[in-house]
């Protein structure tokens, strides 16, 4: 899509450094430069500000990457993409059925009111849950890795959701300072939010959080 949008040597994508290596890698596949930018914390997209003071006369294109079933402030983005003259590219999610959308809307909405101690996220208008991503307080990685080995022992499965960076990775090395992507990176854990569960699973994992849940305080 970038090679036919006239996407290529001598310019300048930007893209984010929260998820997908793919993306990165196909702008380099046409010759371009990825810029990476940084996140809002709320939904893990990219921050349509942060984007903005990125740009520079180089820049061609701004691909932008739905994250977890919450979408990225696409107004915002295009808005920005008129005014400079650019492509705004979408990269979505694989598509889920009404059916069960609304049975993962169910459940995200029952651990959201009985979780304690971990940050839920910020549902928004049209999150599907793809993935129900919390936030575990402490000290960023240490705390959050512990905390889903204690989970797992308890029977429930998470994982964590993004174990590195694209700007950390080989070959996309950047010296650039994208805080909200290292502390998202840091912190966020992935739980079961399945439609298949049942009200017993769900309490499973509502019990095993909180039994960790609020024993880890901010670091100061």
């Known amino acids: ?9 001598g310019d300048e994508v930007v ?6 290596v793919e993306v990165a890698e196909a702008v380099a596949q046409v010759g371009a ?28 294109a701004v691909v932008v990457v739905h994250r977890f079933g919450r979408p990225a402030d696409m107004g915002s983005l295009h808005r920005i993409g008129q005014r400079h003259g650019l492509l ?11 059916e069960e959308i ?6 995200a909405a029952y651990l959201d009111g009985k979780l304690r101690g971990v940050r839920t996220p ?18 960023g990685r240490p705390d959050r890795d512990a905390f889903a080995r204690a989970v797992r022992g308890r029977g429930v499965e998470c994982r964590v959701p993004v174990k ?10 950047r010296c650039v300072s994208l805080p909200e ?30 039994a960790l849940g609020g024993l880890l305080q901010p670091a100061y």
């Open 181 to 210: 992507t290292e502390r998202a990176v840091d912190e966020t854990l992935a739980l079961p939010v399945e439609a298949a569960l049942t009200k017993r699973d769900m309490q499973r994992i509502v019990s095993a959080c909180n």
């Open 122 to 139: 910020d549902g928004g208008d049209g999150h599907t849950y793809q993935q129900y991503v919390v936030r575990v307080p402490g000290n």
């Open 164 to 173: 590195t960076p694209v700007h950390r990775m080989p070959g996309f090395r």
């Open 15 to 20: 893209v984010p450094a929260f998820g997908n």
């Open 1 to 9: 899509m970038l090679r036919a949008a006239g996407v290529g040597v």
């Open 102 to 107: 609304a049975r993962r809307r169910q459940r």
């Open 88 to 98: 705004v590219l979408e990269r979505g999610e694989s598509e889920v059925p009404y």
């Open 33 to 60: 430069l990825p810029v990476f930018a940084d996140i809002d914390p709320a939904t893990y997209c990219l921050d349509a500000s942060v984007v903005e003071a990125a740009l520079t006369p180089r820049t061609a």
